[in-house]
């Protein structure tokens, strides 16, 4: 069958399984709209920005498992999808992106909105092409979906000149099978290899399995559960890991690294063995490489051979895929109690729970961790979605949330994109229209992409958005008070009124600066039909502890100073910290800074004498590695 570049372009993503696509028109890519006319059953999602249209094809993904699929024009459309790109690498998220390119002729020339965009992002996909014939799309359109996502997923751009788009050819779906021969997404460990693991598992005194979003990709959650229970090996989740595991496992610790539970970062301090599950030791994970689990021998098990003794150097190797892996080793993994380990981790644990995440009763302030527990309090029987974007309230997320399911966390890790959550949490709408879909983001990154919300609008999309709006770029700011003497450099934030922004969409706005106002708010956005923009007026100079500082020992942590308590959990009103003495209570009471009604239009910090006192860093320091 004949049919020009464009139409085939159509084809192959409906034999790809494509039901939506995100993107954004202009000349270079016309041809390719115009043909989707043709094509109903796949619906297009007209964006706003086409960096909005790869982090919805980013959350797609996420959600689903699929590949997401973004569209936009050369030029300036190209290079605005850069970032989602980069952030969809980072993260190994499998998405394909469609780019119209200038007529092959005027290739080279600098014609009106030419852009080498395969140069621009070649070291940020896994890879990318630039058809110009025709008779090459379908055969490359089907390598890129296959390429997106086998092995370790990841992004794959098409570059379509538009004179390609134009033109007609041959179409057959079924000579254009992937052929792929220098690309192997198949290795296999060796037996002996296996073998020195599966020792190395039944003779540990103090394992510790760090387990990361390689579990969720893989689908892997029974067989670390199995794995971890049948030799009695506590866990340790990434950012990305989180879901995992469910929160509420006995064997599931927790979150390590720069903002991980103090526990946990402990633990790994003190193993004797790693078992690392489809993680990358990224820098915000181990800390100080030096002294990185100084004591413990290593397994790394990993689809994608260039990790494996890239940050961290390991024991034993097992390239593959989880599952596969996996049900190689647990048939040979002997049970065990490991009793003393438990009881030693149960006394970290103790310690640092009354340290770092302390219960007190409701003071009249908001804090970011309020915000975060009671929605989980008010979701967490519910199939539910949160997309989170970069900050403080990312952490506090991480923290306060706790993700039962597999992907019902998406958030950018590896990059750590401002602007990911809103875009995201539509891709992920999307993927999922069945999942109740939170959006919890702070009042910097939502001003980077808020004009989704007229995507949202045009959409008629129910989604739910908690602004954690603390009138700061909060994480940079908690940098400068810990490291720069509080000199606030450019983080104190001015935002619209976000009430009457979402009602500009024709969305409902809500603000929300009590805490005992939470849950009913939560519980009326569901109520309602259309999506609900939360402004949520939180504590200004609020700070995420535990920390470890940047390149610091992973149990070098700045801890909570004991004075600054930090109100758990709604269901805890009534409850008294053990321990809390009344005067660090009444100090809250009297210094803690309400979030002024006003704070949106007067980004202030406040004068000094009113700021709680803090530590200063080399005392927390000396503290800490005490
Ligand atoms: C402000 C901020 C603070 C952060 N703080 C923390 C923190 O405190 N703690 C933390 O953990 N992170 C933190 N992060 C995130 C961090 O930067 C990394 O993104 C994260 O640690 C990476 O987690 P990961 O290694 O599990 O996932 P990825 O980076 O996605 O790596 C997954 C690995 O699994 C492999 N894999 C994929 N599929 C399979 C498969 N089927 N079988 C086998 N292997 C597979 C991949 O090849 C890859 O190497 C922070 C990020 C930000 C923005
Ligand atoms: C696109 C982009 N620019 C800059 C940064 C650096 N950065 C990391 S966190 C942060 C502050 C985020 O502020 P906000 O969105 O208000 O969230 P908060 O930390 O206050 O919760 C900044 C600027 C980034 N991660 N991404
Ligand atoms: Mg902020």
Not at 298 to 319: F, G, Q, Y
Not at 428 to 439: G, L, N, Q, S
Not at 569 to 589: F, H, K, N, R
Request: glycine share 8%; hydrophobic share 45%.
């Amino acid at each position: 069958m004949k049919l020009t570049g464009a139409e085939i372009i159509w084809e192959c993503l409906i034999r790809e399984g494509v039901d939506v696509v995100f993107g954004y028109p202009g000349g270079a890519i016309l041809p390719t709209y115009d043909a989707m006319t043709k094509y109903p059953q796949i619906h297009h999602v007209l964006t706003r920005h086409e960096q909005g249209a790869t982090h919805m094809a980013d959350g797609y993904a996420r959600a689903s498992g699929k590949v997401g699929v973004a569209i936009a024009t050369s030029g300036p459309g190209a290079t605005n999808m850069v970032t989602g790109i980069a952030t969809a690498m980072m993260d190994s998220s499998p998405i394909v992106c469609i780019t119209g390119q200038v007529g092959s002729r005027a290739l080279g020339t600098d014609a009106f909105q030419e852009t080498d965009v395969t140069g621009v992002t070649l070291p940020v996909t896994k890879h990318n092409y630039l058809v110009t014939r025709a008779s090459d799309v379908a055969r490359v359109l089907r390598e890129a979906f296959y390429l997106a996502r086998s092995g370790r997923p990841g992004p794959v751009l098409v570059d379509i000149t538009k004179d390609a788009q134009q033109s007609t050819a041959e179409f057959d779906w079924e000579a254009v099978a992937p052929r792929l021969p220098g690309y192997r997404p198949d290795l296999r460990a060796l037996p002996s290899e296996y073998a020195r693991a599966v020792e190395l598992i039944n003779s540990a005194q103090r394992p510790v399995i760090l387990c990361g979003q390689g579990v969720i990709k893989a689908g892997a959650t029974e067989q670390v559960l199995e794995l971890a229970q049948t030799a009695r090996v506590p866990i340790a989740v990434t950012l990305l890991g989180i879901g995992a595991v469910p929160a509420s496992s006995p064997l599931n610790l927790g979150m390590m690294g720069m903002h991980g539970e103090a526990w946990v970062n402990q633990a790994i301090q003190q193993a004797d063995l790693l078992i690392a599950l489809g993680m990358r030791f990224d820098d915000r994970v181990t800390g100080n490489l030096k002294t990185y689990a100084p004591h413990a021998k290593k397994i790394h098990v990993e689809i994608d051979p260039s990790e494996v003794n890239k940050n961290v150097p390991v024991d034993v190797a097992l390239i593959g895929d989880l599952r596969d892996v996996l049900d190689e080793v647990l048939p040979r993994v002997r049970a065990a109690e490991r009793a003393d380990w438990w009881t030693k981790i149960a006394a970290m644990k103790g310690d640092s729970a009354v340290r770092d995440i302390q219960a007190l009763p409701d003071n009249g302030h908001l804090y970011a961790a309020h915000v975060i527990n009671d929605l989980w309090r008010a979701t967490k029987d519910r199939d539910t979605i949160v997309v989170t974007d970069v900050g403080q309230h990312q952490m506090w997320e991480a923290q306060y949330y706790r993700h039962e399911q597999p992907r019902s966390l998406i958030t950018s890790g590896g990059l750590g994109t401002m602007g990911f959550a809103l875009p995201a949490a539509i891709g992920a709408k999307f993927a999922c229209p069945e999942k109740e879909v939170w959006v919890v983001v702070g009042d910097g990154g939502f001003q980077m992409t808020s004009c989704e919300l007229a995507t949202i609008a045009q959409e008629k999309l129910k989604l739910n958005v908690a602004i954690i709006n603390n009138a700061f770029l909060g994480m940079v700011r908690q940098w400068q008070e810990f490291f720069y003497d509080k000199r606030y450099a450019a983080t104190p934030l001015l935002g619209p009124d976000f009430v009457k922004l979402a009602e500009a969409y024709g969305l409902k706005g809500v603000r929300v600066t009590r805490r005992r106002e939470v849950t009913d708010a939560v519980e009326d956005a569901r109520v309602e039909g259309g999506t609900v923009v939360f402004d949520f007026r939180v504590e200004q100079e609020e700070s995420v502890f535990p920390m470890v500082p940047a390149g610091a020992d992973l149990d070098a942590m700045i801890r909570r100073p004991k004075r600054d308590v930090l109100v758990e959990t709604g269901a805890d009103t009534e409850w008294q910290m053990p321990g809390a003495d009344s005067a660090a209570v009444s100090e809250l009471t009297l210094t803690g800074a309400p979030a002024p009604a006003a704070a949106q239009l007067r980004p202030s910090v406040q004068p000094a004498a009113k700021r709680r006192p803090r530590v200063r860093l080399r005392r927390k320091l000396a503290k800490a590695s005490r």
